[in-house]
């Protein structure tokens, strides 16, 4: 670990940390672009001109909204989210167990993903232009270009209504031993992890192919090194920051899967109860499952961006 | 003027395999749907036509009818309209904005440059699902309010790449006789450098028209896209989710129509001349 590297790291996290900032004053200002006033829609038909002002006073919406900003962010570090709207109780024990719900699914997906997308994306790129490459090419492209939710709903049809295999509905409460346990979370898990690891694995042979085409390569192809050995041994440990990238990446679609994955299979977890807060608009809610999502994400992508520097030989000395 | 001349350009090099025509004619039928679907619907969209819910195809309604007895073909017709037009809407504006400030920050530079680019990497890293929950749950879901939510989301992205092109040619020697000549930003971006980068930016346009597709329907099928009484495709396989046992057509023909657009324009931008396509990379 030299000087180099590590100021680079340190500067990585210093972007971590500012684009985290710049992420929760867009957050915040989400309520601020309530039309009308909080206070109104939430008393409803019972807003007497004096209920509203009281309301105002005790929620301190009168304050200026750079001091609520202040108090809403030094709450969040300190693990008090605020009361729900809705309910009345505090978003923290809402959130509670859920989060470790979302944490498996989107935890167990991320695991399975990434080999798979190593896998799919190594070979199709050591085999580019054979019939392998094409199919996995064109069946890549077909997953990227439909949306998550009719994969989902395509999944459900297919392996829960026609054969049977896998109840429709994931209930993690109702699971008393291990095989159900599998059956239960096969499906929800299976297409997250597709829709994770499809663009993961395209990107992966993008740039495996990309540093496939330098010289060096070529070298090593004419002194008669066979196809496997080039791109596994010449090839693929200098594509590992590019790939670390790609996983990076890819990992957003993580956070869209699981929103959407969660609530076709009505799975209690984090994102779920976030899509049912915004049919209530329960405002405080929804910014913390928002913040929490966004800085799992940060934290992934500065997680992979570190993996990326420390792969990259020219910081290594 | 500029957008015929670099038609033509293009044109000459078009020498579209199967896969490129069997997309464009795709694109285009939908295309002609939304425009003209008013006259194409055989019955109107709200109306009740028959009194079984999740019909089959049959003649008299051929893609069936959905949850509560309304013709499919016509809400699938009048759906491409949602669909198409909130998607285009949003991609214009998304380009619109992202290749003028990405052009702009690339020939002014300097602190305008790397604050813009900062602020708009930050606010990338927000999922884009979450920020479409976020602002629909704070200002409600209305056409104008997901056309911007959907443009701004897709702005950045636009505004990086576009940023990278116009780097490149801002360096260029005429970009340099011209800011010499005293031209002002707004000629030099729009005279020298925009006809420069125009064919990867019609590429970017084409993918970024499909991930609005998908987060518009996405939305659309969480409930907080298209409102009813309108429903565009994503509110159509939410609407008919319950059709879902039967494997009624009422909930695959919606999803078959987004996968149809969306494959389609991929095969499209996957199957331009070489030449067009990898400018951009």
Wanted: hydrophobic share 55%; charged share 10%; with cysteine.
């Amino acid at each position: 670990m030299n000087g180099l590297i590590l100021s680079v790291l340190l500067q990585r996290l210093g972007i971590a940390l500012i684009s985290l900032f710049i992420v929760s004053l867009a957050v915040f200002a989400a309520t601020e672009m309530l039309p009308g006033d909080v206070a109104e829609i939430l008393l409803g038909q019972a807003a007497t001109p004096d209920a509203v002002a009281g309301l105002r006073e005790a929620m301190g919406l009168n304050e200026p909204a750079i001091y609520r900003y202040f108090r809403w962010l030094g709450g969040l570090l300190t693990g008090d989210m605020g009361t729900s709207y809705v309910n009345d109780t505090s978003v923290a024990s809402m959130i509670g167990d859920r989060l470790s719900n979302t944490l498996k699914l989107a935890g167990v997906a991320a695991l399975l993903s990434v080999p798979l997308a190593m896998f799919l994306g190594v070979t199709s790129a050591m085999f580019r232009l054979s019939p392998y490459d094409r199919i996995i090419s064109f069946l890549t492209i077909a997953v990227i270009s439909v949306p998550e939710f009719m994969l989902a709903t395509g999944g459900v049809l297919i392996f829960a209504v026609y054969l049977q295999w896998v109840p429709a509905l994931s209930l993690a409460s109702e699971v008393s031993s291990f095989g159900e346990l599998l059956r239960t979370f096969a499906l929800p898990v299976g297409i997250l992890t597709v829709t994770v690891s499809v663009q993961m694995s395209r990107m992966t042979r993008a740039a495996l192919i990309d540093i496939l085409s330098s010289p060096y390569v070529e070298m090593a192809t004419l002194k008669g090194a066979s196809m496997p050995r080039v791109v596994l041994k010449h090839a693929l440990p200098n594509a590992i920051g590019p790939i670390a990238n790609a996983v990076a990446l890819s990992l957003s679609y993580l956070v869209g899967g699981v929103i959407i994955i969660e609530t076709v299979f009505n799975y209690p977890g984090v994102a779920k109860l976030m899509v049912d807060a915004v049919a209530t608009r329960d405002l405080p809610l929804i910014q913390s499952c928002a913040m929490i999502f966004c800085f799992s994400y940060l934290f992934l992508i500065t997680l992979a961006d570190i993996a990326g520097i420390l792969a990259n030989p020219r910081l290594r000395t | 003027m500029m957008l015929v001349s670099g038609f033509r350009l293009s044109y000459w090099g078009f020498s579209f395999n199967l896969v490129g025509i069997v997309a464009s004619v795709v694109i285009l039928f939908w295309a002609v749907v939304a425009i003209f679907a008013p006259l194409l619907t055989p019955y109107p969209i709200g109306l009740i036509v028959d009194y079984d819910y999740f019909g089959p195809m049959t003649s008299e309604f051929w893609l069936g009818t959905d949850y509560l007895g309304r013709d499919m073909l016509s809400r699938v017709l009048y759906g491409a309209r949602y669909t198409v037009g909130i998607a285009l809407a949003g991609v214009f504006l998304a380009c619109f904005l992202g290749v003028t400030l990405g052009m702009a920050a690339a020939s002014i530079g300097g602190l305008f440059d790397t604050v813009l680019s900062r602020f708009l990497d930050a606010f990338n890293s927000i999922p884009s699902l979450l920020f479409g929950l976020v602002v629909v749950a704070a200002v409600g879901s209305t056409i104008p309010v997901l056309i911007i939510t959907l443009a701004l989301i897709y702005a950045p992205g636009s505004y990086r790449f576009s940023r990278a092109l116009a780097v490149n040619i801002n360096t260029m020697d005429f970009v340099t006789v011209a800011k010499a000549r005293g031209e002002g930003t707004l000629y030099v971006i729009r005279e020298e450098i925009f006809p420069n980068i125009i064919s990867p930016v019609l590429a970017d346009f084409g993918l970024r028209f499909v991930w609005i597709v998908l987060l518009l329907s996405g939305l659309s099928f969480l409930g907080i896209g298209v409102q009813p009484p309108n429903a565009d495709w994503g509110a159509l396989v939410r609407e008919n989710l319950g059709a879902l046992p039967f494997g009624a057509p009422a909930v695959i023909v919606p999803s078959f129509a987004i996968a149809s657009l969306t494959i389609s324009v991929n095969m499209l931008i996957d199957n331009l001349p070489q030449r067009v396509r990898d400018q951009g990379e």
